[in-house]
């Protein structure tokens, strides 16, 4: 652990500049008016002005707000849910429709009160967004849902253009960083979702800072790679509040492009890499170079044959 104050002035590279213009508020105003939450607010994201302010982009959190994990990193509130609303896809589908969305990611808190995870809910989420947004690519970052492998079929089969889910950290500190998660589960989740629908390109992030060695990045990148992993994005890890971990380390923008140009080296299609950069940073990118990788490499398959 360090033995130096987590609460010291930042690097210069850290600091964020507030964009609270009509877009923002106009949309802050509609997540409240149609009762959504967003992990944007929940996670305190540090990218939240410039999404919603100037990409006028948001990650909807369905489920509720409470989540029944007490992962050290996280901002999320931790209990018992007690919301189940059924007409919250219908409510999101809606909202899509009004910010004109050309990807919308959906993610939730984890339910591990309930026997499907929450699986139910979030392809009928996919579905209802497809069906009054037909032309809006929609990426799920799901928890593991219990590791059932029936719960993950349940979303693969509603079909979402990208499946994410966050391995977050390297093996040997997982135990440390979350709760009920494991990393094998997570690795076998992304590899479970590849298998039942090859052509759905996978994402996985990865947030350091926490006691991690570089070594230890490099191993989990070639994990991730060995369970048909696409995509990656690596951020650095913001202590949300005193009662979290601690920061151990600020990686500089150079270390990033580092690892960034690392990552594509052992061939993910799409690396976002950055000391602000959160799973689903700029997502609406990533699709996109995800889709041109795939083309890229058939075309490549179609010559070779």
Not at 36 to 61: D, G, K, S
Not at 193 to 206: C, F
Not at 266 to 279: I, Q, T, Y
């Amino acid at each position: 652990m360090s033995t130096k104050e987590e609460y010291v002035r930042k690097p210069e590279w850290l600091k964020i500049k507030l964009n609270t213009n009509d877009h923002y508020s106009g949309l802050k105003k509609m997540m409240r008016e149609k009762n959504l939450h967003t992990v944007c607010e929940e996670a305190r994201c540090p990218n939240i002005h410039e999404c919603w302010a100037v990409r006028r982009t948001a990650t909807f959190m369905i489920l509720g707000d409470v989540c029944t994990r007490a992962c050290r990193f996280c901002a999320v509130k931790t209990g018992l849910p007690t919301e189940l609303d059924l007409q919250e896809p219908e409510r999101v589908a809606d909202s899509v429709q009004l910010m004109n969305l050309k990807h919308a990611v959906v993610t939730a808190v984890a339910r591990d009160d309930l026997k499907d995870g929450g699986s139910a809910v979030f392809a009928e989420t996919v579905r209802a967004i497809r069906r009054k947004n037909p032309l809006t690519s929609i990426e799920v970052l799901p928890s593991d849902m219990g590791g059932v492998k029936e719960n993950l079929r349940t979303l693969m089969d509603a079909r979402p253009d990208i499946l994410n889910h966050n391995i977050e950290t390297v093996r040997r500190l997982t135990p440390r960083v979350r709760a009920r998660a494991t990393y094998d589960r997570s690795l076998e989740f992304l590899r479970r979702a590849k298998e039942m629908q090859p052509t759905i390109p996978t994402k996985s992030s990865l947030m350091i800072g926490i006691g991690e060695t570089k070594e230890e990045i490099l191993e989990t990148m070639d994990d991730l790679r060995s369970n048909n992993v696409d995509i990656m994005t690596i951020g650095q890890y913001l202590q949300p509040t005193k009662k979290h971990l601690k920061v151990e380390k600020y990686y500089s923008p150079d270390e990033f492009e580092e690892l960034k140009q690392i990552a594509l080296s052992k061939g993910f299609s799409h690396c976002e890499a950055g000391p602000l950069v959160r799973s689903s940073y700029h997502a609406d990118e990533q699709v996109n170079a995800a889709a041109k990788h795939k083309s890229l490499i058939s075309g490549q398959a179609v010559q070779e044959a």
